[in-house]
């Protein structure tokens, strides 16, 4: 959803609330043009850093600060919540939905999926998690498929681009002891 001016929280909640049922905005049998992307960065190892990525993580830590993140009261991510980033670029407000689609918990995982909703911008899946491998390594990863949705992101695809990239590279740092 864009915006000429950045909405109230009043309005997010309000918006929140009005995309608590509306289907995502791709098919779960996609195939061709979605982009892949994988990113990894090694956090550290032990039960101290893993204990405390996991717990950025569940406190939305892990998104940038020039991106803010409407969502309802609720500790962590749940399936079925509904989350929206907010940023500007370019002197417009986007407002991109999100549905928690599961969570991927195991003893060496700990994240979650979420998927696009019709008003944001691309169109895809997004995981963030934290993973201990068998080495005792901790790392913060980032697994998506996408492509845009929104005819201006079409058109400013390098742009768009350059935003998840940047996107990406500030997550790893705020997420970096």
């Known amino acids: 959803m864009l915006t000429l001016r ?23 049998f996609w195939s061709k043009g979605f982009i892949a992307d994988e990113h990894a960065v090694r956090l550290g190892e032990g039960e101290e850093v893993w204990r405390k990525a996991c717990e950025a993580l569940d406190a939305w830590w892990m998104f940038p600060e020039w ?38 918990d ?11 909703l019709p008003e944001h911008a691309e169109c895809g899946e997004e995981m963030f998690a934290i993973e201990q491998r068998p080495d005792g390594s901790v790392w913060y990863v980032i697994r998506a498929f996408s492509h845009p949705r929104h005819w201006m ?11 998840q990239c940047r996107f990406v590279r500030d997550s790893q740092r705020r997420m970096k002891p």
């Not at 929206?84 to 670029?89: D, F, K, Q, R, T």
């Not at 195991?106 to 979420?114: D, I």
């Not at 992101?153 to 935003?163: E, V």
């Open 6 to 28: 950045k909405p109230s929280t009043k309005r997010l909640r309000d918006l929140l609330e009005s995309w608590k049922d509306v289907p995502l905005s791709y098919s779960p």
């Open 67 to 104: 991106a803010e993140v409407a969502r309802q009261e609720v500790k962590g991510q749940e399936p079925g919540q509904i989350v929206a980033m907010v940023v500007s670029i370019c002197g417009l407000w986007w407002v991109n939905p999100c549905r928690v689609l599961r969570r991927c």
């Open 106 to 116: 195991s003893n060496t995982t700990h994240g979650f999926v979420y998927g696009t």
């Open 153 to 163: 992101a079409w058109l400013g695809f390098p742009l768009a681009r350059w935003w």
